[in-house]
T-cell receptor
Framework: QKEVEQNSGPLSVPEGAIASLNCTYS??????FFWYRQYSGKSPELIMS????GDKEDGRFTAQLNKASQYVSLLIRDSQPSDSATYLC???????????????FGKGTKLSVIP | NAGVTQTPKFQVLKTGQSMTLQCAQD?????MYWYRQDPGMGLRLIYY???????DKGEVPNGYNVSRLNKREFSLRLESAAPSQTSVYFC?????????????FGQGTRLTVV
């Protein structure tokens, strides 16, 4: 079974610190990677997408991808209490057949930012 | 811009009853998905549709059926509801031409089977 693994947490960081969230995946053929944020009782919302090795920055968020190590991470700089949520890593897992694939999620890491 | 719209938002069923969860997207996306989310289990894929007219099983398809009615609509049916199907259900859609892009989610349906 093709898997996406995350530490469930909770991860607690003080306000203003850097939060580091990690994700590993098993399918070497994966090409598309996403980080979602989900507040309690709400639907997931996209924070970052990354398709190539290296870093991608968007405001306080940086996604890092290392395909050789099958590792994707999300850094949140200057963490705020409003960042407290569950962060979901998602990976496109390809199956045989044209256009056959699945968007597979990890179980999520719960982040708490302490004022 | 409605995005992805799911109905209903809440539902209580008795064991053995049937129901259909409706999902529609207005972003002209090819791919649509149904997930369920249970505490500690993350999002698990029930069924997906890579394009109009095609559907495929995901990780947890048992007890469910789907219909990709047209490019906009993707419905999920529970033929005989069981308490184990108590969950929050999310519909999502994404583009998948040059490459698969991010999925956008509906607001969810909270289903309780008693």
């Amino acid at each position: 079974q093709k898997e996406v693994e995350q530490n469930s947490g909770p991860l607690s960081v003080p306000e203003g610190a850097i939060a580091s969230l990690n994700c590993t995946y098993s399918d070497r053929g994966s090409q598309s990677f996403f980080w979602y944020r989900q507040y309690s009782g709400k639907s997931p919302e996209l924070i970052m997408s990354i398709y190539s090795n290296g870093d991608k920055e968007d405001g306080r968020f940086t996604a890092q991808l290392n395909k050789a190590s099958q590792y994707v991470s999300l850094l949140i700089r200057d963490s705020q209490p409003s960042d407290s949520a569950t962060y979901l890593c998602a990976v496109i897992v390809a199956y045989s057949g044209a256009g056959s694939y699945q968007l597979t999620f990890g179980k999520g890491t719960k982040l708490s930012v302490i004022p | 811009n409605a995005g992805v719209t799911q109905t209903p938002k809440f539902q209580v069923l008795k064991t053995g009853q049937s129901m259909t969860l409706q999902c529609a997207q207005d972003m002209n996306h090819n791919s649509m998905y149904w997930y369920r989310q249970d505490p500690g289990m993350g999002l698990r894929l029930i069924y997906y549709s890579a394009s109009e007219g095609t559907t495929d099983k995901g990780e947890v398809p048992n007890g469910y059926n789907v219909s990709r009615l047209n490019k906009r609509e993707f419905s999920l049916r529970l033929e005989s509801a069981a308490p184990s199907q108590t969950s929050v259900y999310f519909c999502a859609s994404s583009e998948s031409r040059d490459r698969v892009t991010e999925a956008f989610f509906g607001q969810g349906t909270r289903l309780t089977v008693v």
